[in-house]
């Protein structure tokens, strides 16, 4: 059995991840955006149509990006260390009227373009995970909306409880997680997560390894928004108040904006090599919204 995976194989996903992330960037960016497409809101209460749009356009766009579980319960160990790039496929409401933008002034830079507003997520990512003692692990993992200039950075925790200590009762652990935007042109969103995870690990014939997983979560996300130009092709206008065409959007804050987010998934490790499926239904609770959301992941144990 190989216990260290070849040098040239995370160099050569490392590239291949690098690679699409440059061949998104290159493409004019159409899937960034603009904050004007919402309206200018009124008011900064909550039931302020364009207040409410803000609030549902980043819910969505956090629980596109925001790390998602994509591992069983169980730790890697005090020596371990994975690697692992991936690809999800994220929903979000594009016929509602936070994604279709105001007349004149859309959400998406495609649409400007004449291009479709898109349907779903592509969303890359990568993924590190560090064994630690006492069954635990942190990780670090980036993930980047195509076709953008978005990613969002993020880092988690993981304690398991129990790690199939006595055979066929389920792996239990707890994670944590936080993560940032970057890269948006007029926003910034954060968001909080905390999540207890089950799975049990079946082996085949000494030589695979199947962990079917499921999960559950809480995710918080905080929202605010820079200085917005109503008008940005007018400078004679610029100014603040009801006469002027700068404004903001009030804060979104974390307690404001809670989502439920359920994970079922299955690895299959072979040897150092681990695949990945998972799949990740998120509740936006305060508008009754459902989103899905479906990630494959390769990863290396080293």
Known sequence: MVKYPPIQAIKGLSIVAAVILQCSIGLASPHDIQLRGLGRPQSNSLDDPAVNRFRLLTSELALALAPKPLSPAETLGVSGFEFSVGSSHADISESYKYWQGQPGAPIFEAAIRDRKIPAVFWVPYIHLRKGLPISTEIGINGSYLAFSNMFMVGADLKVALHESYIRWFPSIALRGA?????????????????????????????????????????????????????TPYDVRDQGGGDSG???????????????????????????????????????????KRTLMSHTFQVGFDA
């Open 245 to 287: 065409s700068l404004y903001t959007y009030p804060r979104m804050k974390l307690e404001e904006n809670r989502f439920r987010r359920f994970v079922i998934g299955t690895q299959v490790q072979t040897s150092f090599i681990k695949l990945l499926y998972e799949i990740d239904v998120g509740q936006i609770e305060f508008n």
């Open 178 to 230: 936080a993560s940032t935007l970057f890269g948006a042109g007029d926003f910034v969103v954060t968001t909080g997560e905390a999540d207890i995870i089950m799975s049990l690990p079946i082996g085949i014939g000494g030589m695979v390894r199947i962990n079917p997983y499921l999960g559950f979560g809480l995710m918080m996300m905080d929202a605010t928004s820079d200085v917005i130009d109503e």
